[in-house]
């Protein structure tokens, strides 16, 4: 029934499983891949024919992870998987991000890639899989797919790297890098690091495009024995003659507009060029307008790129390594907690900084369970950014992976959650683009959260390089313009402080960059990261050493875990108490940190002092601030530390004679007190006659002490045998005379005592 094809190799000490011909067989490729106990299904399908009008190639990638492949169900209401989480977003990009290229120019057939995660084994991370999974699946399709590509995720320790770590290994690790790769060059790179060196973060890309060759390799073989018989497509270029012509219109006016520095003149000017092609070729058909315009797009591409490779020449006059002008300027919001302006030439970025509290801890709910994450950093990119009009509304997948590269770039130089217990949000919205905005978020999120008072390791910048690639001839470009983006053939994202890269990234539009060309990216990348660290410190030069007065205060403290419970009290009583009387929140975990955060310094002070009353012990001598809770005849009891209550005795309020308690203290009356004693049984006494209650001070007691009495001597009490009324102890009075009990009653004849014991109770 089923034709399987089957290959299997080792590969970082687990077995990589591709399979095809059993499931999913009416799609034009589908593979089960399969490392360790992590399966990802992928199934490729590609329309047969290309949509009237198409002038784009239509490639969507989904990728989605069953709950059912962990044993979960989904957590909320539906209880089913529904729209794309944050991860499957990046996935997905992950995914498309190096297949794209490897299309032929001119191939418009729609093409969706599903990759599906069926079984997870909570180690084995399903992104390398699934993009393997794609590959293999593009491959064997027969689509006209310049393939495969491997892909590879590389870990760094002890000066070691490691190939495809588990999760826990990963933690422990100083990067977190995915590389996919043709057998010649790399397509794309993604990692977050902990300020590694240049030479080092090449090495793990170098390493991992070495291990892709293996899985390469596995696809190959798999595609030997079931690919699918190649498409046969036209793709031949006979435009010649027509190209020539378009060049004769607007050739001039094309190379006039990219002389333009200002963005929008040069956007006018080659506005005007293209309308001026579009009058030229009213009359033709349409399928010749459409190619007209897409030549005209290829002409502007070679104008520029011939200008920057020929001659060095830049769209806005820069030299290929020069920076545009930076301007830094932070707390200009006066209630945001951190804020920041980043402007770097027609780029600009508003970034602020929010603290929060625990509860303000994003839930993530996936294949790994929920957990927790207490830095968040989203990206805008409203459509006034780029002088245009457009949707407004929830972000995309650009968007998101914007989001997440700054993210990655700022999360290694965070302080620890015990060093600096708040919830971090930073929120980026680009106002103008003109360049890498992800990195001007890079650079802007930095500076807010040192304006907020962040206490980072090290500050970071970002950086964004661009590539002209004609066979051998290359120039690496430093701060790209959105239309050196947009025509040159790579995107190379770095981000790092003073010490080393925290993150790279890495998209080109080519079949590919070497190991020569990233070597130079890299080392210009390090001196332009340094120039824009520079300009920010013109703005803000360290991290601000006191919080936002807008800011939510945190104050931890450690109590024994036994004592736990007495805090919360039953049902939470208590400590629903403290926060309703004080105004500051109380969370507490399982190890006894307790974390007390308010705005209101006082409040978390009035906090602090009650839970210190509840855990700790009254020290004889010392004294206490307390409030009058209850009034009795022969004194007052005061509550003190928090949850303590202590007798002041009548003889213990002032040091001349009181006859009534409610002479001197009423019932939630403040006063200061000393401890006196506290007994064996817990009890403890109180003085208010020694303390200045006006100054909390120690007063000498002038009282003198009292004349202790001599045991045994009981005054008044007399003798004791003679207890007057009571007897003798031998003669208890009235009790009956002599307490001896006297000759035990005879039994009758029966055996039964008199008046005693039934019949059917017989006697020995």
């Given at each position: 029934?089923?034709?399987?094809?089957?290959?299997?190799?080792?590969?970082?000490?687990?077995?990589?499983?591709?399979?095809?011909?059993?499931?999913?067989?009416?799609?034009?490729?589908?593979?089960?891949?399969?490392?360790?106990?992590?399966?990802?299904?992928?199934?490729?399908?590609?329309?047969?024919?290309?949509?009237?009008?198409?002038?784009?190639?239509?490639?969507?990638?989904?990728?989605?992870?069953?709950?059912?492949?962990?044993?979960?169900?989904?957590?909320?209401?539906?209880?089913?998987?529904?729209?794309?989480?944050?991860?499957?977003?990046?996935?997905?990009?992950?995914?498309?991000?190096?297949?794209?290229?490897?299309?032929?120019?001119?191939?418009?057939?729609?093409?969706?890639?599903?990759?599906?995660?069926?079984?997870?084994?909570?180690?084995?991370?399903?992104?390398?899989?699934?993009?393997?999974?794609?590959?293999?699946?593009?491959?064997?399709?027969?689509?006209?797919?310049?393939?495969?590509?491997?892909?590879?995720?590389?870990?760094?320790?002890?000066?070691?790297?490691?190939?495809?770590?588990?999760?826990?290994?990963?933690?422990?690790?100083?990067?977190?890098?995915?590389?996919?790769?043709?057998?010649?060059?790399?397509?794309?790179?993604?990692?977050?690091?902990?300020?590694?060196?240049?030479?080092?973060?090449?090495?793990?890309?170098?390493?991992?495009?070495?291990?892709?060759?293996?899985?390469?390799?596995?696809?190959?073989?798999?595609?030997?024995?079931?690919?699918?018989?190649?498409?046969?497509?036209?793709?031949?270029?006979?435009?010649?003659?027509?190209?020539?012509?378009?060049?004769?219109?607007?050739?001039?006016?094309?190379?006039?507009?990219?002389?333009?520095?200002?963005?929008?003149?040069?956007?006018?000017?080659?506005?005007?060029a293209r309308d001026k092609v579009k009058a030229a070729f009213a009359e033709a058909d349409g399928q010749t307008l459409m190619t007209a315009i897409k030549i005209t797009k290829k002409l502007e591409a070679e104008i520029v790129r011939t200008a920057i490779l020929k001659d060095g020449q830049r769209i806005d006059g820069r030299t290929t390594t020069q920076i545009r002008p930076i301007e830094a300027m932070v707390g200009f919001l006066p209630r945001t907690h951190g804020s920041a302006l980043f402007t770097r030439?027609?780029?600009?970025?508003?970034?602020?900084?929010?603290?929060?509290?625990?509860?303000?801890?994003?839930?993530?709910?996936?294949?790994?369970?929920?957990?927790?994450?207490?830095?968040?950093?989203?990206?805008?990119?409203?459509?006034?950014?780029?002088?245009?009009?457009?949707?407004?509304?929830?972000?995309?997948?650009?968007?998101?992976?914007?989001?997440?590269?700054?993210?990655?770039?700022?999360?290694?130089?965070?302080?620890?959650?015990?060093?600096?217990?708040?919830?971090?949000?930073?929120?980026?919205?680009?106002?103008?683009?003109?360049?890498?905005?992800?990195?001007?978020?890079?650079?802007?999120?930095?500076?807010?959260?040192?304006?907020?008072?962040?206490?980072?390791?090290?500050?970071?910048?970002?950086?964004?390089?661009?590539?002209?690639?004609?066979?051998?001839?290359?120039?690496?470009?430093?701060?790209?313009?959105?239309?050196?983006?947009?025509?040159?053939?790579?995107?190379?994202?770095?981000?790092?402080?003073?010490?080393?890269?925290?993150?790279?990234?890495?998209?080109?539009?080519?079949?590919?960059?070497?190991?020569?060309?990233?070597?130079?990216?890299?080392?210009?990348?390090?001196?332009?990261?340094?120039?824009?660290?520079?300009?920010?410190?013109?703005?803000?030069?360290?991290?601000?050493?006191?919080?936002?007065?807008?800011?939510?205060?945190?104050?931890?403290?450690?109590?024994?875990?036994?004592?736990?419970?007495?805090?919360?009290?039953?049902?939470?009583?208590?400590?629903?108490?403290?926060?309703?009387?004080?105004?500051?929140?109380?969370?507490?975990?399982?190890?006894?940190?307790?974390?007390?955060?308010?705005?209101?310094?006082?409040?978390?002070?009035?906090?602090?002092?009650?839970?210190?009353?509840?855990?700790?012990?009254?020290?004889?001598?010392?004294?206490?601030?307390?409030?009058?809770?209850?009034?009795?005849?022969?004194?007052?009891?005061?509550?003190?530390?928090?949850?303590?209550?202590?007798?002041?005795?009548?003889?213990?309020?002032?040091?001349?004679?009181?006859?009534?308690?409610?002479?001197?203290?009423?019932?939630?009356?403040?006063?200061?007190?000393?401890?006196?004693?506290?007994?064996?049984?817990?009890?403890?006494?109180?003085?208010?006659?020694?303390?200045?209650?006006?100054?909390?001070?120690?007063?000498?007691?002038?009282?003198?002490?009292?004349?202790?009495?001599?045991?045994?001597?009981?005054?008044?009490?007399?003798?004791?045998?003679?207890?007057?009324?009571?007897?003798?102890?031998?003669?208890?009075?009235?009790?009956?005379?002599?307490?001896?009990?006297?000759?035990?009653?005879?039994?009758?004849?029966?055996?039964?005592?008199?008046?005693?014991?039934p019949d059917f109770i017989t006697q020995d």
């Amino acid at each position: 029934m089923f034709d399987v094809k089957k290959v299997e190799i080792e590969w970082g000490g687990k077995t990589l499983t591709l399979e095809t011909g059993r499931i999913a067989r009416q799609a034009d490729g589908a593979v089960l891949a399969t490392y360790g106990e992590t399966v990802v299904l992928c199934a490729v399908t590609a329309a047969k024919s290309v949509k009237e009008g198409q002038d784009f190639f239509p490639l969507t990638v989904h990728y989605q992870e069953k709950y059912s492949a962990a044993g979960r169900i989904p957590g909320g209401f539906f209880k089913r998987e529904r729209g794309a989480t944050e991860k499957e977003t990046l996935v997905s990009r992950l995914i498309d991000r190096p297949v794209r290229p490897l299309f032929p120019e001119g191939f418009y057939n729609e093409i969706n890639v599903i990759a599906q995660v069926l079984s997870y084994d909570g180690e084995t991370e399903p992104d390398i899989v699934a993009i393997v999974a794609a590959s293999a699946a593009l491959t064997i399709s027969g689509v006209p797919f310049m393939g495969p590509i491997g892909a590879a995720r590389v870990g760094f320790k002890d000066g070691e790297y490691q190939l495809n770590p588990s999760l826990s290994e990963a933690a422990e690790g100083r990067l977190d890098l995915v590389v996919a790769a043709t057998q010649d060059a790399v397509m794309m790179v993604e990692s977050e690091a902990k300020e590694l060196t240049e030479e080092e973060m090449l090495g793990a890309v170098v390493f991992a495009h070495q291990e892709s060759r293996k899985v390469i390799g596995a696809i190959i073989d798999l595609a030997e024995q079931a690919a699918k018989d190649p498409w046969e497509i036209d793709l031949s270029d006979n435009t010649a003659d027509l190209k020539a012509q378009i060049k004769g219109i607007v050739g001039a006016d094309i190379a006039a507009a990219y002389k333009l520095t200002d963005k929008s003149a040069r956007s006018n000017a080659l506005n005007a060029a293209r309308d001026k092609v579009k009058a030229a070729f009213a009359e033709a058909d349409g399928q010749t307008l459409m190619t007209a315009i897409k030549i005209t797009k290829k002409l502007e591409a070679e104008i520029v790129r011939t200008a920057i490779l020929k001659d060095g020449q830049r769209i806005d006059g820069r030299t290929t390594t020069q920076i545009r002008p930076i301007e830094a300027m932070v707390g200009f919001l006066p209630r945001t907690h951190g804020s920041a302006l980043f402007t770097r030439g027609e780029t600009q970025a508003i970034c602020t900084t929010t603290l929060g509290t625990k509860d303000a801890e994003q839930m993530v709910d996936g294949l790994d369970g929920v957990h927790y994450g207490n830095f968040m950093l989203h990206y805008n990119f409203p459509p006034y950014s780029v002088g245009e009009v457009g949707r407004f509304g929830a972000p995309g997948r650009r968007e998101i992976g914007h989001g997440k590269l700054a993210w990655r770039a700022l999360h290694p130089v965070l302080p620890s959650k015990e060093d600096f217990p708040y919830t971090i949000r930073v929120l980026s919205d680009i106002t103008e683009s003109n360049g890498s905005s992800s990195m001007a978020t890079v650079c802007g999120g930095c500076l807010s959260m040192m304006d907020a008072g962040v206490p980072l390791t090290r500050p970071v910048s970002g950086i964004a390089m661009g590539l002209i690639l004609e066979g051998k001839e290359f120039t690496v470009l430093s701060d790209i313009l959105g239309d050196e983006d947009h025509l040159g053939d790579m995107d190379f994202k770095v981000a790092g402080t003073e010490e080393g890269i925290t993150s790279l990234q890495m998209d080109i539009k080519v079949a590919g960059i070497t190991e020569e060309i990233m070597k130079v990216a890299l080392a210009q990348a390090k001196e332009g990261r340094a120039h824009i660290l520079g300009e920010m410190k013109k703005g803000l030069g360290e991290v601000r050493s006191e919080l936002s007065a807008h800011a939510p205060r945190i104050e931890t403290m450690q109590i024994d875990k036994s004592k736990i419970r007495d805090i919360i009290g039953t049902g939470g009583k208590v400590i629903r108490e403290i926060v309703a009387e004080t105004g500051a929140k109380v969370d507490i975990d399982d190890d006894g940190v307790i974390k007390i955060s308010s705005s209101d310094l006082s409040q978390i002070e009035a906090a602090k002092a009650w839970i210190l009353g509840i855990v700790e012990e009254a020290e004889v001598g010392k004294i206490y601030n307390g409030k009058v809770v209850n009034i009795v005849d022969f004194g007052a009891f005061v509550n003190f530390m928090g949850g303590k209550d202590g007798l002041v005795h009548v003889s213990e309020m002032r040091n001349e004679r009181v006859e009534k308690p409610t002479d001197v203290v009423s019932e939630g009356q403040e006063v200061k007190v000393k401890v006196l004693e506290i007994d064996n049984r817990g009890k403890v006494r109180l003085s208010m006659r020694v303390v200045d209650q006006e100054t909390g001070e120690e007063l000498e007691d002038t009282r003198p002490p009292r004349e202790p009495r001599e045991k045994g001597d009981r005054g008044p009490r007399g003798d004791r045998n003679d207890r007057g009324g009571r007897g003798d102890r031998g003669d208890r009075g009235g009790r009956g005379g002599d307490r001896r009990r006297g000759p035990r009653p005879e039994r009758n004849d029966d055996g039964d005592a008199p008046g005693g014991l039934p019949d059917f109770i017989t006697q020995d």
